[in-house]
């Protein structure tokens, strides 16, 4: 189980960050690392789809670099981000990209990341909005809507009954209220995420609790 925190400050001055633009770096690390976060293991191969402004200038403004930062597990402000590519071939990680310069994209910073290992996989859509701040918007083919601007709790979970109960039994028991939840699945019984943002700032031992439900395969607070 891991706690994940990330930079808190997305005003008019941008988060602390290494790279030339909050939304082509800042927001492209975050974008990876939730997507890293709800994978829950290492992969063996990431691949990204980049489109509009992110498949333009993605070199340029070292988007590349900050993606994989971002599945690395890095912070916003890791001085190793300009070393992401050659720390993802360490690991033994292959990275690849298709590059979509015209697409009907929704919005121009938007890339689509796959992660796989040798017994599971995972698709998720996500957009950098500006000043760091993003969206993902896919998971699996589902449709999703998490700003992650919000604290935000994401469990990944076998899909069994009673889970959400669980989840939501320990929340109300610390007296966290649940601003906004979505719970997609794989098919019946199978993997599940639940996407829980809530009010509290103050997560981290209802966290662990959560940790501790049968079937749940890992749970991440993002503050």
Not at 159 to 181: C, E, K, W
Not at 215 to 221: E, M, S
Request: proline residues 4%; charged residues 20%.
């Amino acid at each position: 189980m891991k706690h994940l925190k990330f930079q808190s400050v997305f005003d008019i001055i941008g988060p602390v960050m290494i790279g030339p633009s909050s939304s082509h770096t800042a927001g492209a690390v975050r974008i990876g690392k939730i997507v890293s976060a709800i994978f829950g293991e290492t992969p063996t191969e990431v691949e990204f789809q980049l489109y509009n402004s992110f498949a333009k200038t993605y070199r340029g403004h070292g988007t590349d670099l900050a993606l994989v930062a971002g599945v690395l597990g890095m912070d916003t402000d890791d001085p190793n981000i300009p070393n992401a590519l050659e720390i993802a071939h360490q690991k033994g990680i292959k990275i690849s990209w298709r590059v979509n310069k015209e697409s009907n994209a929704p919005h121009p910073n938007t890339t689509q990341i796959i992660m796989k290992n040798d017994h599971k996989s995972l698709s998720a859509t996500g957009i950098s909005i500006g000043g760091g701040n993003i969206q993902v918007t896919e998971l699996n083919g589902f449709a999703v809507n998490v700003n992650m601007n919000t604290p935000t709790i994401i469990i990944v979970h076998q899909d069994v009954p009673g889970m959400i109960a669980y989840v939501t039994d320990i929340l109300s028991s610390y007296r966290i209220n649940i601003a906004q939840m979505n719970v997609t699945r794989e098919k019946a019984g199978e993997k599940a995420i639940m996407i829980i943002e809530v009010d509290s700032h103050d997560c981290d031992k209802a966290v662990d609790e959560i940790g501790h439900i049968p079937n749940l395969h890992n749970v991440h607070f993002f503050d």
